[in-house]
């Protein structure tokens, strides 16, 4: 561990033992059951799975990620004799959660960051080279070194692309200078937001919020920020030195009418300027302005801090590929056509499609991952066994939102837009609760390690 790293340790120690001054006994009660429900669940899908089924089938897995690891691990786990094949040139592999509290001076850097060979399964062959080229016709893949790999059946997991070009001026480079910031750039990013929010927060100013037009990962994350920055302020005596504007890409403020409604009742009461039908789409990080998109032309804002989201969108090596969708709301970014509830491809019956690549109405969650990537498998593996599969995605997508520090709200919902709690009596949704921080910064990091084994 380096000496910032120590330092930082230190601090998130510090507030962390600050946010938690006013948890009750009876709090932590209601957690442990929780925990040990978790733990029993997990050992009750391994002691209650089928017999593995016989196949030589050669399965690919493009991609690495979450969705990946999670995908190949199940796999071994159901299949006796497969030939399963991960392609993904990454060595090192992120907890994309752990972003948000590294940019929050709750984690260092380090936190996020393991090796992808720890989480390959046994009996799984990892080709480390990135695919530039499927041929689903074909029933192959063609990586950046020119090896073809030929598959029976293909499950695509190569996340998505953030589109920094998509944003004039923008460059990842700057990200931690001039009151610049952005928490999906990885882990040394995240930390220099966190650098650039702590400047922020002893010297106030104009922060500069939103989210992108297109869809994105963690839909809650550009909320958080702006909550979290909110809570340093006042902690530092700095709130009334401040302005805090959200800039929403459309009319609300997140996707579930509930808990935009929330959102804004909490934004209201915390002083934050909300700018409706706002789209970044330039930033001139010298003068520390940005350029928005509005339906009655360009607006202008001056800022001191910025948390700038880039759109994201499917690689390019799936949007310009035939797994892409060709019309339909998802088409224009690449999204990879797979049907809601099954995450198979509609045109490519051997194909699926999971994590956030899949072009599906909800889901670019790691929560959402835990609950696709068994479904999908269970589909090929029925496939394979001639039987009938049982399990379908219906939208499952979870955001633990963190209102301030040591408060925070579990947020899940469906295709639907329905509250589907996952611990009701314990952890009500619409809730600022210590439960939901603690299992957002303690609990849920083993549950996704757990995942990425095929324990959960």
Not at 135 to 160: C, E, H, M, S, W
Not at 233 to 247: D, F, S, V
Request: net charge positive; charged share 25%; glycine share 8%.
């Amino acid at each position: 561990m380096t000496f910032s790293e120590r330092k930082e340790s230190s601090k998130e120690k510090n507030l962390q033992s600050n946010s938690c001054k006013d948890c009750s006994r009876r709090d932590f009660l209601k957690l442990f059951p929780l925990l040990a429900g978790t733990a029993l669940c997990m050992h009750a899908q391994q002691s209650e799975a089928s017999e593995p089924t016989k196949t030589k089938a050669r399965i690919v897995i493009a991609g690495a990620g979450a969705a990946g690891l999670a995908a190949a691990a199940q796999l071994a786990k159901r299949l006796d004799g497969a030939e399963i094949v991960l392609c993904d040139a990454r060595k090192e592999h992120y907890y994309q959660p752990g972003f948000t509290l590294v940019a929050a001076g709750l984690k260092p850097p380090g936190y996020t960051v393991s090796a992808t060979a720890d989480y390959i399964p046994p009996g799984v062959k990892w080709i480390p080279e990135s695919i530039v080229e499927f041929d689903p016709a074909g029933n192959r893949v063609v990586t950046d070194k020119g090896q073809i790999v030929r598959y029976d059946f293909l499950i695509v997991a190569t996340g998505l692309k953030l589109d920094f070009a998509g944003i004039t001026g923008m460059d990842p480079a700057l990200i931690g200078k001039n009151g610049l910031g952005c928490v999906y750039a990885g882990p040394d990013a995240a930390y220099a937001t966190w650098k650039a929010i702590s400047d922020f927060a002893d010297k106030g100013g104009v922060g500069l919020f939103g989210r992108p037009k297109t869809e994105m990962k963690c839909a809650g994350a550009p909320i958080k920020h702006t909550f979290i920055t909110d809570d340093h302020l006042r902690r530092r005596g700095n709130r009334g030195k401040a302005e805090i504007i959200y800039a929403a890409h459309n009319k609300t403020l997140f996707s579930i009418p509930i808990v935009s409604e929330k959102v804004r009742m909490l934004y209201e009461d915390r002083g934050v300027d909300i700018r409706h039908e706002h789209v970044l789409t330039a930033i001139d990080p010298a003068r520390r302005r940005a350029t928005f998109a509005t339906p009655t032309g360009n607006a202008e804002i001056g800022y001191d801090f910025i948390n700038v989201i880039p759109p994201m969108r499917a690689p390019d090596v799936v949007r310009k590929s035939p797994l892409a969708w060709r019309d339909g709301p998802f088409a224009a970014d690449g999204w990879m056509e797979v049907d809601k509830g099954t995450l198979r491809h509609k045109r490519f019956a051997n194909v699926f499609g999971v994590g956030d690549v899949a072009g599906v109405p909800k889901g670019k969650t790691a929560a959402s991952v835990k609950w696709q990537v068994p479904v999908a498998v269970d589909h090929l593996v029925a496939t394979i066994a001639g039987t009938t599969p049982e399990l379908i995605y219906t939208g499952y997508t979870s955001c633990p939102l963190i209102t301030r520090l040591g408060r925070a709200m579990l947020v899940e919902f469906d295709y639907k837009d329905n509250l589907v709690p996952s611990f009701p009596g314990v952890i009500a949704p619409l809730e600022e609760l210590w439960i939901t921080w603690v299992m957002k910064t303690i609990a849920l990091k083993p549950t996704y390690i757990a995942m990425l084994r095929g324990k959960a």
